[in-house]
């Protein structure tokens, strides 16, 4: 059924499609409206059998779906940003027990300085900890992949994030085609957990390992990630049949096939690059698009099939390791032994900064000119960052290098207390 509903409000309604039995709840902006949503549900009695469960942190969000999935529960909860820092040691434990819960990442800036704006820094802190990783382009994917996410976790019993960019999807409101309960339930089977906390058959969930077996566990870990490469595609491909529409799987391209630069992106700015994309084929540019919906696992064969005719990736990416540059941009370069040279990386809207298609035909067009350079920050104010260089260097004590920023700016930071 067609509905024009807010990304967040699609995201509450697919959630409940899926029959979660407990929902852990602790409000940090941009992922409130989910649960908040989903909590109006269980008070209604719309949703049963499900406990909705008020915590106290997202630490604690995390503790009670660990509790709840060994126990045998669906489990599900949300968070975003700093929320996601601050349950860190539960979400590697999460993903250690192999607990299968879903979690979606409404993806925000992380601090310091504090922002609340959109970028992608947030999940891919976390993209080592032994999660699967799948991001959404638009809402209509962002409510997809969480069905889907409910069957991967539970199949492989580990643990999904499902990323949406906060604000860009959660607050915008879409046309969405909202599947029923029917064809939910025959996609998503009923919950049979492989581990389970019983007085009736007693084992030890979270058992002390020492070295003569750490590293087969962790192994293991990664076997489980590597069958995801395998089944992701195959339901999406069933997910296709019992939906009607393509959804999910590892990437998808988009003009690719005689392209000389193939740009790849994850999330909402897929949409701003495939507009630019059909701008510049309209002025007979050769360009196109590879978006990367699974992140973790890395899709190391479907990245380099899809790139390996190309002259050059330009790999355009909202987020940044500091002190070495782009983390999809080295996923990227990884999956090329011996010409990871062809792969330019350009970070772009950090902390929310708006991503043009003036900016963006400015970067393509040097990257089909092969004068892009191999690391490049897309409308960076040299100016402003060189005011504050030369400040440090002229004067020891020289201040908060963001208060600082924003007096350049003319903008004053808000002062708290």
């Not at 699609?10 to 979660?20: H, T």
């Not at 990783?133 to 994030?161: C, G, K, T, Y």
């Not at 990245?303 to 996923?331: D, F, T």
């Not at 104010?381 to 005011?387: E, G, K, N, T, W």
């Amino acid at each position: 059924m067609l509905k024009q509903v807010e990304g967040s409000a699609a995201v509450a309604e697919a959630i409940a499609l899926c029959r979660p039995q407990v929902i852990c709840a602790y409000p940090i902006s941009p992922q409130t409206h989910i649960v908040e949503a989903l909590g109006r549900r269980v008070d209604a009695g719309e949703l049963t059998p499900c406990a909705f469960v008020n915590v106290e942190s997202e630490f604690a969000a995390m503790s009670v779906a660990i509790g709840a999935s060994a126990t045998g529960a669906r489990a599900y909860t949300a968070t975003a940003s700093q929320g996601l820092l601050f349950m860190a040691e539960a979400v590697y434990n999460a993903a250690g027990l192999g607990l299968p819960i879903v979690m979606t990442v409404a993806n925000r800036a992380i601090g310091a300085p504090i922002n609340i704006w959109n970028d992608h820094t947030d999940a891919l802190s976390q993209r080592d900890c032994g999660w699967l990783q799948l991001f959404a382009e638009d809402n209509q994917e962002a409510l997809d992949l969480h069905i889907q996410a409910f069957r991967l976790a539970e199949e492989l019993s580990l643990p999904v994030m499902v990323c949406m960019d906060g604000f860009i999807l959660t607050h915008a409101y879409e046309r969405v085609d909202m599947p029923t309960q029917a064809q939910v339930d025959s996609y998503l089977p009923p919950y049979e957990p492989r581990q389970v906390l019983d007085p009736a058959d007693p084992v030890s969930i979270g058992a002390m390992v020492g070295p003569e077996a750490f590293m087969e566990v962790r192994y293991l870990a990664h076997a489980k990630q590597q069958q995801a490469l395998e089944l992701i595609p195959a339901w999406a491909d069933e997910f296709r049949r019992v939906f009607g529409r393509p959804s999910g799987g590892l990437v998808h391209e988009y003009r690719t096939s005689d392209a000389d630069v193939i740009v790849v992106a994850l999330g909402s700015v897929l949409g701003t690059v495939k507009d630019t994309v059909d701008e510049m084929r309209e002025q007979g540019q050769k360009i196109g698009v590879l978006g990367i919906t699974c992140f973790r696992p890395w899709p190391a064969v479907a990245v380099r099939a899809a790139l390996q005719r190309a002259k050059r990736v330009v790999v355009l990416e909202k987020s940044l390791a500091v002190g070495m540059g782009g983390i999809v941009g080295n996923n990227v370069s990884a999956s090329f032994a011996g010409a990871s040279d062809r792969v330019h990386t350009v970070i772009a809207g950090l902390g929310g900064r708006s991503i043009t298609r003036g900016s963006l035909h400015r970067v393509f067009g040097q990257a089909l000119a092969d004068s892009l350079e191999p690391l490049t920050f897309l409308d960076l104010d040299r100016a402003l960052v060189d005011r504050v260089l030369e400040r440090e260097r002229a004067h020891r004590r020289s201040g908060p290098i963001a208060e600082g920023i924003l007096k350049d700016l003319g903008v004053v930071a808000a002062k708290i207390g």
